[in-house]
């Protein structure tokens, strides 16, 4: 498989050349360069939009392959052929308008959603298709369309409340305004990871069945989550507060009710909805630990800390592209569900987060 770097990613020497600037819309980061090295990265950063192909550019790529900075290049159809892939089902979904996929899609939806869905699509589909595309067909890469679906989510939340670290910002004002206000938002947002924690693995069973040829990969995922929901339960005993005071979101209902109706069928939009639980790349901390450990009770960090170093040991966020190597080329019509489940899920989830901060009259 080729890596092909993101459109808008930019790479540059700094000025002692000795390191360079990465920069995307959703990331930024330095990097050391040896000596040795300084030629062939130079013609890799050369040929860095030009020709990616050139065995320097996926040198270059490969290295930085932990990072979501590239989509994999779609293959052809010559290259599906003779592997024991996952057939591609009948799907009568109708993914036209955000209105027809949820009345189409057959998963139960709160009416207070369904009143704040989006009233169409505002994503470039065509250029998201274009990318996944396997030239000279009607089908598509479903690599191509995990990896590259994964930096166009990136994207989109860089131009978003939540996505520009609103929800952090209007945590720690919280935090210098009321602390036992802040403890509560914080209960009310670890009731949240505890509801999806809690279920998750149950609104994965349905794929075990559905999804034969990555069933044994889901069945270790599933046992690897098992649990989870404890750190949380530790988080709310660190705050002193009982999370059966606080309501799972309908927004989190939806996440997961939706995910496992994927799991029933789409392989495909089952294995992507993956990333919408798991951080897309690690960072050093987890963001909801690095405020809670700016209030009084520091050592309340400790649940998202234990998750969040659990999920990174064990690379989660590289899950939804490993299921989708199981994928034969895919229809027209789930990759259209994919991408609606998508962004109406991540309006869903942006809108809860933005209705908490207007709950403690915070804006």
């Known amino acids: 498989m ?25 990331m930024s980061m330095e990097i050391d360069v040896t000596e040795e090295d300084t030629p062939w990265i130079s013609d890799a950063l050369n040929l860095l939009h ?29 290259e599906f052929q003779r592997k024991d892939l996952q057939a591609c089902p009948e799907l009568t979904v109708d993914s036209s308008t955000p209105e027809r996929l949820i009345s189409t899609f ?9 009143e704040s869905a989006l009233p169409a699509w505002t994503w470039e589909r065509e250029k998201i298709l274009s990318k996944s595309r396997i030239h000279g067909t009607d089908l598509y890469d479903p690599i191509s369309l995990i990896t590259y679906l994964i930096c166009y ?12 670290d609103g929800f952090g910002q209007f945590l720690e004002r919280l935090l210098r305004r009321n602390e036992d206000q802040f403890f509560k938002a914080i209960g009310w947002v670890a009731k949240q990871s505890w509801g999806v924690t809690s279920e998750f693995g149950k609104c994965m069973e349905p794929a075990l ?25 530790q988080v709310f005993k660190d705050i002193d507060l009982n999370k059966e005071d606080f309501p799972v979101s309908e927004g989190t209902k939806w ?25 897309a790349f690690y960072e050093g901390q987890d963001p909801i630990s690095r405020v809670i450990e700016l209030s009084s009770k520091p050592y309340a960090a400790q649940g998202y800390d234990l998750h ?33 489940l998508f962004e109406l899920t991540l309006n869903f989830l942006d809108n809860i987060e933005k209705d908490l901060a207007k709950k403690f009259e915070l804006h």
């Open 2 to 26: 080729a890596y092909v770097p993101h459109e808008k990613l930019s790479v540059g020497w700094a000025e002692d050349g000795k390191s360079l600037a990465l920069s995307l819309p959703w």
């Open 50 to 78: 030009t020709s990616s192909s050139h065995s320097n550019v996926q040198k270059f790529i490969h290295q930085l392959k932990d990072y979501p900075l590239f989509y994999i290049q779609p293959r052809s159809l010559e």
């Open 106 to 114: 057959g998963c139960e939806i709160a009416e207070e959603l369904k």
């Open 153 to 164: 989510r990136l994207e989109w939340e860089s131009t978003t409340w939540s996505g520009q």
């Open 209 to 233: 069945t559905h999804f034969k040829k990555g069933k044994e990969l889901i069945h270790h995922f599933i046992y690897g989550e098992e649990g989870h929901h404890k750190f949380m339960e």
């Open 255 to 279: 996440l997961l009710r939706a995910h496992k109706r994927a799991a029933t069928i789409s392989p495909l939009a089952f294995s992507a909805m993956i990333n919408l639980f798991e951080a």
């Open 308 to 340: 969040y170093k659990i999920n990174q040991e064990h690379r989660h966020c590289d899950m939804p592209v490993r299921l989708g190597s199981y994928l034969a080329p895919q229809s027209y019509s789930h990759v259209m569900l994919t991408l609606g």
